[in-house]
């Protein structure tokens, strides 16, 4: 079983118009880079895009935001893209806004075969309308689903031709829930390693969630926020 | 009257030695620079960091290592790092002691608004609906009255909430306030400001005990 492609370009051969992809990242942080490069450069279109953030106006998703490829975004936070709000407020583009820890669940539950759960967040709020309320412990929750996804691009510090992924800090955020979700999950990663490097005690993400992985090129892992303190 | 580092250093008196602490994005984050002396916390950032340092010296930061907002930081001795999911299970499990928040509006019952303004912002909730949801302790900072000088602290909130009945104290510019039984019941004058003020200022229930005490600031 040979999962190792040679580029980003190889490794997302059968993405189509109109599929719905998840992209690990928080903000700009663990972001599959070289995916969403070929993703542009492919140019497919009227996609669904599942991720925490939406990039930034010149990197990340506000990539594909500015060739107009995505139809929808699921997302928890998108303040940080001004085309995308252009695109948001002129009707150009959907947008679904979910909770954070909820956006994780489910994506969790949707790797897990969880179909749906119960959870506190959101209830009483406009993103509790229409869903189903039940109490629990004397709480009121709502019922959320299970997302899952055509394809997940995640990226990873490490990986080994088995699929098995490290990740670095908090690059990691929703990069390993990701990667179970999805029915072809791409991991592109900074080094690629043979079976045996990687000790299996601190495997991350088992390679059973990973289809595909190749080593990217050119990481720019931008920083959105420099926040530093003087050498004293 | 105080101002947003005083509100920081006010709420910081509320930690608790042991405390896991998730801390907001604006005033909340400056909490950190207050931690009182001999008292222990960890501080959690939902992106999936637990026992977060400081900013990192120059030429040191890390783009892989960022906290909530976004901003470089660093690891500290007992660190950890997860993915959002775990991150998220310490919240709504309930694993985290305090959470601190900026908000828009508050209600008399505790509700809050601070994730968006119809037609005009559209960033989304992160992950404040859910620490709202769930945090055993919820303290907002924010300024009194917004702007145009109109009072946040209200019978209930006009724009939309980000949870119900789940604050439980606010730290303002002019005074610290609990929420019980439908009502803001007033606990603390900040410096120089008096119980006139705090009224005035106010547009939901207020309930005034005959004394109240300024706060200590240092």
Not at chain 1, 145 to 151: I, K, Q, R, W
Request: net charge negative.
């Amino acid at each position: 079983m040979n999962k190792v492609f040679a580029n980003a370009k190889e490794a997302i051969v059968g993405v189509e118009d109109g599929m719905t992809f998840m992209l690990g990242g928080f903000g700009l942080c663990g972001i599959p880079e070289n995916c969403i490069a070929a993703l542009v450069e492919l140019g497919v279109k009227n996609v669904t895009c599942i991720s925490n953030n939406a990039g930034v106006d010149d990197f990340g998703i506000g990539l594909m935001l500015q060739k107009r490829q995505v139809k929808k975004m699921i997302s928890s936070y998108v303040g940080e893209n001004a085309e995308f709000e252009r695109q948001l407020l002129s009707g150009e583009l959907e947008v679904d806004l979910i909770p954070q820890g909820s956006l994780a669940e489910r994506t969790r539950a949707g790797g897990a075969g969880i179909p749906a759960f119960f959870t506190p967040a959101g209830y009483g709020t406009e993103i509790a309308e229409g869903k189903e309320v039940r109490e629990y412990n004397g709480k009121p929750h709502i019922l959320e689903t299970a997302l899952t996804s055509d394809f997940a691009f995640v990226k990873a510090w490490k990986g080994d031709k088995a699929g098995n992924l490290v990740f670095k800090d908090t690059a990691r955020n929703f990069n390993p829930l990701m990667a179970m979700a999805g029915k072809i999950t791409v991991a592109e990663v900074e080094e690629l390693v043979e079976p045996g490097e990687l000790d299996p005690n601190f495997i991350h993400t088992p390679g059973i969630f990973v289809q595909r992985i190749f080593q990217g090129t050119n990481y720019q892992k931008r920083i959105e926020q420099r926040t530093v303190r003087p050498k004293i | 009257m105080l101002d947003k580092y005083g509100i920081a250093k006010r709420i910081a008196q509320e930690l608790e030695d042991g405390f896991y602490v998730n801390l907001g994005i604006g005033i909340p984050t400056l909490v950190a620079n207050y931690i009182p002396e001999g008292i222990d916390v960890e501080l959690q950032s939902e992106n999936g960091l637990l026992g977060m340092g400081p900013f990192p010296f120059e030429g040191e930061e890390d783009a892989d290592l960022i906290n909530a907002g976004k901003q470089t930081v660093t690891t500290l001795p007992g660190s950890s790092v997860f993915d959002s999911a775990t991150s998220f299970a310490m919240i709504r499990g309930q694993h985290v002691h305090l959470t601190v928040l900026g908000a828009m509006e508050v209600s008399q019952n505790g509700d809050i608004a601070n994730w968006k303004i119809p037609g005009k912002m559209v960033k989304g909730m992160g992950g404040a609906m859910d620490l709202v949801a769930s945090a055993k302790n919820i303290i907002v900072a924010m300024m009194h009255t917004n702007k145009e000088g109109e009072s946040k602290l209200l019978p209930s909130c006009t724009l939309p909430i980000t949870g119900v009945k789940c604050v439980k104290k606010v730290v303002t510019n002019l005074a610290s306030l609990e929420i019980k039984d439908g009502a803001f019941h007033l606990l603390e004058r900040a410096p120089g400001v008096s119980v006139e003020d705090i009224i005035n200022a106010t547009a939901g229930k207020l309930i005034v005990p005959d004394f109240v005490p300024e706060m200590k600031i240092d």
